[in-house]
């Protein structure tokens, strides 16, 4: 039974073993980033190829839309001569890929970027690097934002809040039960809770959220990434962070794995399936705001592109391209701004991390 396990399930079962159950954040920050088993470390998951197929992979026109809104917001910035364009898990590089050639058009912009990509994956870093090295801009990379200079900002997270780890608490009688890894009678791994409630855990929820029913699941991040887009867009910069999640705060268990293009357990084969959450974008924009950011948002990924000019963009490359390829664009245009619960336009949300003296930002104006 054990040569079936992944090397990971060891390693966690040793854990486990040594120092006992093993908070859910844990484990889903070790299936992601261990240093030898991790998930995002030794292979490229995106595509047809891969497990999962994110946006910039659909069509072209996500990149290119939200490299023209960071000229415009660069522009808005008092187009400042040197400006960093930091992208936090960059993937294949396609999304700043196809950012960097719609930003062409802005000659200045072009010339002012420094591009920082926040990429902790060695097999990833060598792709962006083959397919961002013939774009004549500067490219550096990094293993945390932290680890990026100071400095005007324009920072684009899309689909990387969502593969935080997150903590989960399950209300009993006697208390708020933070939720935990371990090994069950029968051998398997499980999903259990902690044997002494969470001290004080209702002060810091959401009020809102306080009288919530016995065995509801509360879900958190740590407040560490929200708080850092804060502090540096608060001064001089604006953050684009598109994601699926939930505008307001919220209960329930949103886990899931993926591998294959299919969802599966996420106890099964630690290390070998991706492991997301939803965003909580309340939660994120009360932090960056509590240090004196300015919030945009969160709005439908729908509304954000089509406030972009998706759809004109979207006919321009129709018209160019023969008719196999420009049904094929149709239907990257349908997918990325499908309604309904679970069309990505709406799922996605879009939501804006800005200094306060920058204005409206491109496509979050009121309607």
Same mark, same amino acid.
């Given at each position: 039974m054990a040569d079936a396990r992944s090397p990971l399930e060891n390693e966690i079962r040793r854990l486990i073993g040594v120092a006992g159950p093993m908070p859910l954040a844990d484990y889903m920050q070790l299936c992601l980033t261990h240093p030898q088993y991790g998930y995002y470390i030794d292979r490229d998951p995106f595509g047809a190829g891969g497990d999962f197929v994110t946006s910039p992979e659909i069509s072209q026109m996500f990149g @290119?839309?939200? $490299?023209?809104? #960071?000229?415009?917001?660069?522009?808005? !910035? $008092? =187009?400042?001569?040197?400006? /960093?364009?930091?992208?936090?898990? &960059?993937?294949?590089?396609?999304? #700043?890929? %196809?950012?960097?050639r719609a930003a062409k058009v802005v000659q200045a912009f072009r010339s002012a970027i420094v591009v920082h990509l926040v990429e902790i994956s060695p097999a990833l870093q060598q792709i962006q690097q083959r397919r961002l090295e013939q774009l004549g801009v500067p490219v550096l990379w990094h293993t945390a934002l932290e680890e990026v200079p100071r400095g005007p900002s324009i920072v684009v997270a899309n689909e990387f809040i969502?593969?935080?780890?997150? *903590?989960?608490?399950?209300?009993? &009688?006697?208390?708020?039960?933070? /939720?935990?890894?371990?090994?069950? &009678?029968?051998?398997?791994?499980?999903?259990?809770?902690?044997?002494? &409630?969470?001290?004080?855990? @209702?002060?810091?929820?959401?009020?809102?959220?306080? +009288?919530?029913?016995? %065995?509801?699941?509360?879900?958190?991040?740590?407040?560490? !990434?929200?708080?850092?887009? $804060? /502090?540096? #867009?608060?001064?001089?910069? +604006? +953050?684009?962070?598109?994601?699926?999640?939930?505008?307001?705060?919220?209960?329930?268990?949103?886990?899931?794995?993926?591998? $294959? *293009? =299919?969802f599966t357990d996420p106890l099964r084969t630690p290390g070998m399936a991706d492991l997301t959450a939803h965003v909580d974008f309340e939660a994120v924009a009360q932090c960056a705001e509590s240090i004196g950011a300015r919030i945009h948002g969160p709005i439908r990924q729908r509304d954000l592109?089509?406030?972009?000019?998706?759809? *004109?963009? +979207?006919?321009?490359?129709?018209a160019a391209a023969p008719r196999d390829k420009a049904v094929e664009i149709e239907i990257a245009l349908s997918r990325l701004i499908a309604d309904g619960a679970r069309g990505m336009g709406e799922l996605f949300k879009a939501m804006a991390i800005a200094a306060p003296e920058l204005g409206p930002l491109p496509g979050f104006e009121e309607p």
């Open positions: @290119e839309l939200i $490299g023209l809104w #960071m000229a415009s917001v660069w522009q808005q !910035m $008092g =187009a400042p001569e040197n400006v /960093r364009i930091i992208e936090l898990g &960059p993937g294949r590089g396609t999304l #700043m890929q %196809d950012a960097l969502d593969a935080l780890p997150i *903590h989960q608490a399950v209300k009993k &009688p006697d208390g708020w039960h933070e /939720r935990v890894v371990d090994i069950a &009678p029968d051998g398997n791994l499980f999903i259990g809770e902690a044997r002494e &409630p969470l001290p004080f855990f @209702e002060t810091s929820m959401p009020r809102a959220l306080r +009288a919530a029913p016995l %065995d509801s699941i509360y879900e958190w991040r740590a407040d560490t !990434m929200a708080l850092e887009l $804060g /502090r540096r #867009m608060r001064s001089d910069g +604006a +953050a684009l962070i598109i994601d699926y999640g939930h505008a307001h705060f919220g209960l329930g268990d949103t886990l899931q794995a993926v591998a $294959g *293009h =299919a592109f089509l406030r972009l000019g998706i759809e *004109h963009r +979207a006919a321009a490359l129709k």
